[in-house]
């Protein structure tokens, strides 16, 4: 990779809440347009006075009241559920398998025990993230377009269906119904708009990027290749030779896969006892973590504070630490920075808490490869104290 560079990375994600905000902007434009007509409706006759769903959006103005405001959270956790199942279901139907799944407050993740559920505190991925991994030969351009696609292809099939049951529904549900549709059509239409946004690429920029099946397609197949052998429960210095030679020559202008590998190139390090090697993808990860989606930038401050333990700065690794607040941290990686930390600092009693209840956290570990390595890292800790 470039030393000069300072890009990061993560696996093949979808979603990210300024693409929500995007969304709900258009959808809040369509409702806009449906609630002017609807006031406007007793004072013209635009001819909809026998059209069941004008006349029952007519009737919703005399019982809604301020408490369905309270209906709207549920309503969008139902829209954005719809568009990140749609990647789900796109990804399943390809052989892929499931590594993270967000919507709002609520999340799921991959581990060897199978889906454990985890809130979501991080208002950066409230907009909702789905995570699949290709099988462990790489991922062909149909499955990536399937998976992508899945997605915009959901909200689409949700606002139309949506729009057809307020058309039966009673006043109230007519309008939650026509809620639901509006916002579902506006997120179709902005997630399809070839953007960045919040360190991930939009799904229209997605499908562009495979479509043309640019150096970018071929970066990403690299780092899934890597994750998907640790997933398998390969450690890192086992990781395929061929693969890792190719992952360090890398030199991805896109921000995640930089990061994500780094990531593997540092767990390799650390897996080889590779001080040298610590070092420089410790010095490059420092540089640009901070280009790194919030949410899984924790991910990587943990690393580093692992990373300033193995060299004894116990300042850098509280510094870390401090930074890892929130996000999706693998709980065990997070023990073991704070035992780490306990242990440079002298408190004996606080390492040895949070070295066993980092063995503890090791079962619901969703990468069986870096378990192993976490496993000598705890390990280490035990012979030093």
């Known amino acids: 990779m470039d030393t000069n560079a300072k890009r990061p990375t993560q696996a093949a994600p979808s979603g990210a809440w300024k693409g929500l905000l995007v969304g709900l902007l258009v959808g809040g434009s369509f409702g806009a347009l449906i609630w ?37 959270p549920v309503l969008m956790i139902i829209v954005l559920g719809t568009h990140e199942l749609g990647h789900v279901f796109g990804g399943l139907s390809q052989g892929m398998r499931l590594l993270l799944f967000i919507v709002g407050p609520f999340g799921w ?31 062909s351009r149909r499955q990536f377009l399937v998976f992508i696609a899945g997605g915009p292809l959901a909200s689409l099939l949700l606002a139309i269906l949506a729009i057809a049951s307020a058309s039966i529904s009673d006043p109230r549900f007519a309008a939650y119904f026509t809620i639901i549709a509006g916002t579902s059509l506006g997120i179709f239409l902005a997630t399809l708009i070839p953007v960045r946004l919040g ?10 990027d495979v479509l043309r099946g640019d150096r970018s397609a071929i970066e990403r197949n690299t780092v899934l290749h890597v994750f998907a052998q640790s997933l398998d429960g390969v450690r890192p210095r ?3 030779p061929a693969t890792i030679d190719e992952l360090s020559r890398l030199d991805s202008q896109d921000p995640m896969q930089r990061a994500s590998g780094l990531l593997y190139l540092l ?5 080889c006892q590779d001080h040298a090697h610590i070092a420089r993808y410790r010095s ?5 973590v901070g280009e790194y989606p919030s949410g899984f930038r924790q991910s990587i401050s943990i690393e580093l ?21 929130g996000g999706f941290v693998e709980r065990s990686r997070r023990l073991l920075a704070q035992a780490a930390l306990a242990r440079l600092e002298g ?29 000598d890292q705890l390990a280490m800790l035990q012979a030093k104290s």
């Not at 767990?267 to 897996?271: I, K, L, P, Q, S």
């Not at 490059?284 to 640009?288: M, P, Q």
């Not at 390492?351 to 976490?374: F, M, N």
């Open 36 to 72: 002017v007509a609807w006031r406007a409706l007793p004072q013209i006759d635009l001819g909809l006075s026998e059209n069941r769903l004008a006349q029952q959006l007519s009737n919703a103005k005399e019982i809604l009241t301020v408490w369905d405001v309270l209906a709207f």
């Open 109 to 139: 993740h991959a581990s060897s025990s199978g889906p454990r559920f985890v809130w979501n505190t991080d208002l950066a991925l409230m907009g909702g993230l789905a995570a699949m991994l290709p099988t462990r030969g790489g991922a």
């Open 199 to 208: 360190g991930f690429k939009s799904d229209g920029l997605q499908i562009i």
């Open 238 to 240: 086992d990781w395929d």
């Open 267 to 271: 767990a390799r390090a650390m897996d």
């Open 284 to 288: 490059l990860l420092e540089e640009s």
């Open 305 to 325: 504070a692992i990373c300033a333990w193995l060299a004894g700065d116990a300042d850098a690794v509280r510094r870390h630490i401090n930074a890892s607040k």
């Open 347 to 375: 408190r004996y009693g606080d390492c040895e808490r949070d070295r066993l209840l980092a063995i503890d956290a090791l079962v619901h570990a969703s990468d069986a490869g870096q378990r192993k390595l976490t496993e």
